[in-house]
């Protein structure tokens, strides 16, 4: 085990500091992207082919859902699934580790409607204020 390896696996939530390598800070990162939360939502229920999936989102172009598809594949949270039918069909799926972010989710989305006024009317006095 590298130095950095053992010094971040334990920091961050327990540890109160999060260190470059820390495990709590990459999952930070993973949900810092706001289209990484929205499309691994978006897929809870069941898989779907990118259009379908950018009309249920909405605001998202072709091109940021093929790179959040994309980002998400590669740390392991959707797959791609093709079928070799013509027209070709492909469609994303929730990996089971995709699975295991859902409640944290569901909890953040739940937080944002019950506060979600409060930080609106926050953001009003701080742009009163100058």
């Known amino acids: 085990m590298g130095a950095g390896a053992g010094a971040g696996a334990g920091a961050g939530v327990g540890g109160g500091v999060f260190l470059a390598d820390c495990r709590a800070r990459l999952a930070f990162d993973l949900l810092a992207n706001t289209w990484n939360s929205v499309v691994l939502w978006a897929l809870r ?69 019950r506060h979600g006024d409060a930080v609106l009317e926050a953001q009003d006095r701080a742009l009163e204020r100058g």
């Open 45 to 113: 229920d069941a898989p779907e082919r990118p259009g379908e999936l950018r009309a249920r989102i909405g605001g998202i172009s072709a091109k940021v859902l093929t790179e959040t598809l994309r980002r998400l594949e590669f740390n392991g949270l959707v797959e791609r699934r093709s079928y070799p039918q013509v027209p070709p069909r492909v469609e994303y799926a929730l990996t089971p580790l995709g699975r295991t972010l859902l409640p944290s989710l569901e909890a953040l989305g739940e937080w944002g409607f």
